[in-house]
């Protein structure tokens, strides 16, 4: 691993440790700094502010699940990011939801789950994008998707992780569930 992403890395990782343990609005950058070992200057050649470092953690579990071999469509994502293997991550970031605003990791979510459907949609429809329709049922869709996994993480559901899959999929606008993810 390069110099670079070991750094990132160990901001994040310092930012998981302090949010498994406390409250988002307690941590500071300097608390991220001294747990991860590096100086302020380091930490913002890397990230904004503490609310990057959070935002980064859900941009990376989609990106990471996305690219799975086993993931092919909507349906196979939603499940890999809700089942056992992905646990530990919602359980350690479940302070993360705290946050509100603008930067709010609720937010940020339906921000990057849109950004993330809109891409995707383009690729599997030769750059057309998404239309009035699917971009308002897109935007619903999106912020229901962030309320669950605030949802999800407080296990407010007795879903199993495939029953749960199928339940966000059937939520998706109609016209871009047969999406693929793996193009």
């Not at 110099?3 to 994040?12: E, H, N, Q, S, W």
């Not at 941590?27 to 980064?56: L, P, Q, W």
């Amino acid at each position: 691993m390069a110099a670079k992403d070991r750094t990132r890395k160990a901001i994040v990782d310092a930012f998981n440790q302090l949010i498994a343990r406390k409250t988002f609005n307690s941590i500071t950058v300097s608390m991220i700094c001294e747990t991860a070992d590096i100086g302020k200057a380091t930490f913002y050649r890397y990230f904004k502010d503490k609310y990057a470092v959070m935002n980064d953690n859900y941009a990376v579990l989609l990106q990471t699940c996305a690219r799975d071999p086993s993931v092919h469509g909507y349906r196979d994502l939603f499940f890999l990011m809700l089942t056992q293997a992905h646990a530990d991550f919602w359980n350690s970031v479940r302070n993360s939801f705290d946050s509100d605003g603008y930067n709010s990791l609720e937010n940020f979510i339906a921000k990057h789950s849109f950004a993330f459907a809109e891409e995707v949609t383009k690729k599997n429809r030769g750059g057309r994008g998404l239309s009035d329709e699917e971009r308002l049922q897109l935007e619903v869709f999106t912020t229901g998707i962030a309320a669950m996994f605030r949802s999800w993480t407080y296990h407010r559901y007795s879903l199993t992780p495939g029953q749960a899959a199928d339940a966000i999929y059937a939520c998706m606008p109609p016209d871009l569930r047969g999406c693929r993810l793996d193009l």
